[in-house]
């Protein structure tokens, strides 16, 4: 078989780390060293996720200004408008901010773009309506830091607008009322990584401070479950106050009074009871996200701010019934795009596929599987009659946003992260501008070692797989972007048996053995590897509990998997 992915082992820990943790178990230890831990202060501030910084909101620059102007406008019953945007973070910070304004006596009107009739953001006539109906005061979530037209345009309207974003400024700041974000320059808030919801929590909490609790009917803690939502599904990294957030975020969502959300996790087969990071990234954040990416996102805004059973499951079953079509044109999509791509450039350092056909809903999924499938920048999009815009995946190599910013001067508007961005070009400059993309991936990526690296934070035999180790392990969560899942490699097992399972024998279902202990192991979306299997192989997992039919057992859920003796 061959092996196509690189494993890095992370370095063993010092002696001096080794001592200073040694009050938790060995593995634990090699685990926190990995995370940048080396003290135990440090490890026992990580374990209780607490961020070692002050969290006060009023460091973010501008939030003086915007408190007052939003309590000037409570005040007065002004009414307000929370603009978001149409992902899981942009609505669960407008379902945020929308109902803590209303439990603070605001008259409050909620505003999401819709995908295909207005794009990404703020836009003039979205503007425009909000002004005829009476709106003076526009809070943005989760978008705006790189609509300065817009923003002059409101001014020009005589609105007040308050951006508040996470994304990466670009340029002159938009001439807005006040811009929270933690990432613009001078701005002393010490969590540059809030997601947007994170930002709008930020927002709430000020409103509430010097605010005596007993005047209030709202408690802070019950929005903690959107805070979780977004950020996660945002892939906002889950270190600082963004761990801090999620843990409680997380813990709030077990005991849900939110209607929609026991609904939609109902309908998706998950228990919100024991609901974690992973519900919300495989289960409840996909679904939230299809309503926008097919049709309008207000449906998952509604779904999280009713309260009413039969409109809660109602809901539900139509993001679940939209999940179930997003997976099939992406499917379909990405198909399509793998051949526009390759077709006469297979050499070629970054891939790129545009069509009239392509919804652009669902593009950035399609570019996020050929990004996953050929370890190469992605960008797949949606040719318009005079328009194309595209969503962009890249690789850690490959600051895709840095890239689009030497390109500015042929596109109408861009923005992003290192990682994932957006843009919408003339179609006149379409050509000119994949030229341009593919020269600098060219610049950047020629002569590199191409492949996907996965890093393991320690070697163990199987007898060390035990109850004990997961529930230390359990201490780490919550896990994902920026802290990841510990992963375990053990080497030379035998495969005991092996066979395919889902849909197209995607995935791969093991038991194997070290000759004493026997586990099973499940390896998603490795089913191409089944033919070929060795007798005798090497496993990168993750280490989890698997319940079925009300037993629970330990299993590995493998990430990769090559010949025994295969350097790494």
């Known amino acids: 078989m061959t092996h196509k992915n690189r494993w890095l082992l992370q370095t063993r820990i010092t002696p001096e780390a080794d001592a200073a943790l040694a009050s938790h178990p060995p593995i634990l230890r090699q685990i926190l060293f990995n995370r940048g831990i080396a003290t135990s202060d440090e490890a026992e501030a990580f374990l209780r996720a607490e961020p070692n910084f002050d969290t006060d909101p009023f460091l973010m620059k501008d939030m003086r200004v915007a408190v007052d102007r939003i309590r000037a406008a409570l005040a007065e019953r002004e009414p307000i408008a929370v603009y978001g945007d149409y992902d899981v973070d942009g609505v669960t910070a407008t379902a945020l901010l929308v109902q803590f304004l209303r439990a603070l006596g605001g008259d409050i009107q909620e505003y999401i773009p819709n995908r295909f009739e207005e794009g990404y953001g703020l836009n003039n006539d979205a503007l425009d309506k909000l002004h005829a109906d009476g709106i003076r005061l526009v809070i943005s979530v989760d978008c705006g830091v790189r609509s300065p037209d817009e923003a002059r345009h409101a001014r020009d309207l005589g609105l007040d607008l308050i951006i508040s974003d996470h994304h990466e400024p670009s340029g002159s700041l938009p001439d807005a009322l006040a811009v929270l974000n933690p990432k613009q320059e001078g701005d002393a808030y010490p969590e540059k990584y809030l997601a947007g919801v994170g930002i709008a929590y930020k927002i709430a909490e000020a409103l509430t401070f010097n605010v005596e609790r007993s005047t209030l009917n709202v408690k802070l803690s019950d929005y903690l479950d959107l805070v979780a939502l977004g950020t996660v599904a945002d892939l906002a990294p889950l270190t600082g106050e963004n761990r801090a957030l999620v843990r ?213 035999p199987l007898s060390q797989l035990n109850f004990t180790l997961l529930d230390q392990l359990k201490r780490l969560q919550p896990t994902g972007y920026g802290n990841p899942e510990p992963v375990f490699i053990s080497r030379g097992v035998k495969v005991q048996s092996k066979r395919t399972v889902g849909a197209d024998a995607k995935h791969l279902k093991l038991s194997i053995t070290d000759g004493r202990f026997t586990f099973d192991a499940i390896g998603f979306r490795l089913g191409d590897l089944f033919a070929d299997l060795p007798p005798m192989v090497d496993v990168l997992y993750t280490f989890e509990a698997n319940e079925y039919n009300g037993r629970t057992n330990l299993q590995l859920n493998l990430k990769d998997i090559k010949a025994a003796g295969v350097p790494d």
């Open 248 to 460: 409680k975020g997380l813990e709030q969502m077990r005991q849900t009074s939110r209607q929609g959300l026991f609904s939609l996790a109902n309908i998706a087969g998950a228990d919100i009871t024991k609901a974690n990071a992973t519900t919300i990234g495989f289960t409840l954040g996909p679904r939230l996200n299809a309503s926008g990416r097919l049709e309008s996102a207000m449906a998952s805004f509604d779904l999280l701010t009713t309260t009413d059973v039969k409109e809660a499951g109602d809901i539900a079953v139509k993001l679940n019934q939209q999940n179930v079509e997003r997976q099939r044109l992406t499917k379909e999509i990405q198909g399509q795009a793998e051949a526009l791509a390759l077709e006469g450039q297979e050499e070629s350092l970054l891939l790129f596929a545009a069509s009239p056909e392509f919804n652009h809903g669902v593009v950035g999924l399609a570019a996020s599987r050929l990004t996953e499938t050929y370890y190469r920048p992605a960008i797949v999009g949606h040719f318009g009659e005079e328009t194309t815009r595209c969503s962009c995946r890249s690789i850690p190599e490959f600051h895709i946003t840095k890239a689009l910013d030497e390109c500015a001067d042929l596109l109408i508007r861009h923005g992003g992260h290192a990682a994932a961005a957006g843009f919408t070009v003339r179609n006149e400059n379409l050509s000119e501008l994949v030229a341009r993309l593919r020269s600098i991936a060219k610049r950047e990526l020629s002569g590199r070692d191409l492949r996907a690296s996965m890093t393991a934070d320690v070697e163990v």
